[in-house]
């Protein structure tokens, strides 16, 4: 999955480049392609199936040009995860009926992938039974309120729990509270599954959605399709998956895993995987600080940057953005892009 705009890192990303297609990290991929490369242990390059916004179609190819055309599908509107999945799952249960399906965001970090691989395949092998819907869980090591939970009942000798129930982001009360009882992981936003299994959830949970991409079936890989998507995009809801059917199926079981995984969300969880200086300051920049710390100063280019008397700050200049906010303001940021919408275009 593809398509998002990564609000949250405004104004390094931007709409005509969202976080997925930069080098966020300074690895020289970007997270796209970190994503692409992850799966290549496990899939042959005409394994893979991108999805994404249609604007980003371009991008996309640029980025992964071992794809041909047909692996990459593109949506006319953004419907969330519901929507987006059902397309793609819809897509290859046409050409595969006994395809199981990983489903990934394109912008997450893993930083132990063998162990990522190997929860992978227990994942899949799961999959394959009585209709099982899989969730990738990380064991939490803080009491985190930026990500999702999901409680798992505790059962012995299987690496496979079913889920009890998705949590919301918790305040920082109950997400000690979760820590603390030991049956609580982070919702990743991870899937595996065979697409038949997850067709079924559809039809049960979701037969508004199942109904309108059933009507698909004859026209998938053919020249009418995406005049048929853009019609289907109109006729469904603005839901994610987690809402239209994990939170609703009693078929979901969790994986648990704890490879070094991060969802990149915001700056914040970029400041916590970056080297530090000894005031605990991020600094990518051509920089001076005095009484600073518990910071993150970016600037591109050789402009002398002056920081004092700064905590816990953010500081970017993108193109033709500053920004200074505090570093953990992530509630604000859909705001600050509404706002610098109504100042122009070109600012988001």
Request: aromatic share 12%; proline share 3%; hydrophobic share 40%.
């Amino acid at each position: 999955m593809a398509g998002g705009i990564g609000a949250r890192f405004w104004p390094y990303s931007r709409r005509r480049r969202p976080k997925q297609f930069l080098d966020i990290l300074g690895t020289g991929r970007t997270l796209l392609q970190m994503t692409y490369d992850r799966f290549t242990e496990m899939a042959e390059p005409d394994q893979f199936v991108v999805i994404t916004y249609r604007k980003y179609l371009a991008l996309v190819k640029e980025q992964l040009p071992e794809l041909k055309n047909h692996q990459i599908l593109t949506e006319p509107l953004r419907k969330n995860t519901a929507t987006c999945i059902a397309y793609a799952t819809y897509r290859i249960h046409s050409l595969d009926p006994e395809a199981t399906v990983i489903v990934t965001p394109a912008d997450h970090l893993i930083l132990q992938e063998k162990k990522f691989t190997r929860t992978l395949k227990k994942a899949v092998e799961a999959a394959a039974e009585d209709s099982k819907l899989i969730t990738l869980g990380i064991k939490p090591n803080r009491p985190e309120t930026g990500y999702g939970y999901i409680q798992y009942i505790e059962k012995a000798h299987t690496h496979v729990f079913r889920v009890k129930a998705f949590i919301e982001k918790p305040n920082s009360k109950l997400a000690k509270t979760f820590l603390e009882s030991g049956d609580f992981v982070w919702n990743s936003g991870m899937f595996v599954w065979k697409a038949k299994s997850l067709i079924l959830a559809f039809e049960k949970h979701m037969p508004d959605l199942a109904e309108v991409f059933e009507e698909g079936v004859s026209i998938y890989g053919t020249d009418k399709e995406a005049e048929f998507v853009s019609r289907a995009y109109t006729q469904v809801k603005n839901i994610s998956i987690d809402y239209g059917v994990m939170e609703k199926s009693s078929q979901v079981y969790v994986i648990l895993g704890d490879f070094g995984w991060s969802d990149l969300g915001s700056w914040n969880s970029l400041y916590d995987l970056r080297e530090k200086d000894e005031n605990n300051n991020v600094v990518e920049a051509n920089a001076i600080l005095y009484e600073t710390e518990n910071s993150y100063i970016k600037v591109k280019g050789d402009k002398l940057v002056v920081v004092q008397g700064l905590k816990n700050y953010l500081v970017n200049e993108t193109d033709n953005v500053l920004l200074i906010c505090k570093l953990d303001a992530e509630k604000k940021f859909r705001e600050f892009v509404s706002n610098a919408k109504k100042k122009g275009e070109d600012f988001i």
